[in-house]
């Protein structure tokens, strides 16, 4: 069982900057392949990047350029690095784990989901 918890969410101004952090519980995070999607108010969740346990990264599209994931294994914290934020970027932001090492991209191929955080980008 792994509990994920989100912080670093808030608001920021158009083109500024915001860090979200997500700690696992669990002694095997390394084995995880971890994720972060974010839904917005009347909108399905959707997809943002995905980690994979030796660190290779995969981005939507809409985020690519200016959102940065990574993963730190010894702190079992994966981040979301956001910059250039638009108010679009406007969301909840949860983070997934997946029992497996190969990231994917749907949110049905993940096991576990934190409670997410309200990231608001004003214009």
């Known amino acids: 069982q792994v509990q994920l918890v989100e912080s670093g969410g808030g608001l920021v101004q158009a083109g500024g900057s915001l860090r979200l952090s997500c700690a696992a519980s669990?002694?095997?995070?390394?084995?995880?392949?971890m994720a972060w999607f974010r839904q917005a108010p009347g909108k399905e969740r959707a997809f943002v990047a995905h980690i994979g346990w030796i660190g290779d990264t995969y981005y939507a599209d809409s985020v690519k350029g200016r959102f940065t994931i990574s993963r730190d294994n010894a702190k079992n914290t994966v981040y979301l690095q956001m910059n250039s934020l638009k108010p679009e970027d406007t969301a909840v932001y949860y983070c997934?784990?997946?029992?497996?090492?190969?990231?994917?991209?749907?949110?049905?191929?993940?096991?576990?989901w934190g409670q997410g955080t309200q990231v608001t980008v004003s214009s």
């Open positions: 997934a784990a997946r029992r497996t090492v190969v990231p994917g991209v749907l949110g049905s191929e993940y096991d576990y």
């Open positions: 669990g002694r095997t995070f390394s084995n995880y392949a």
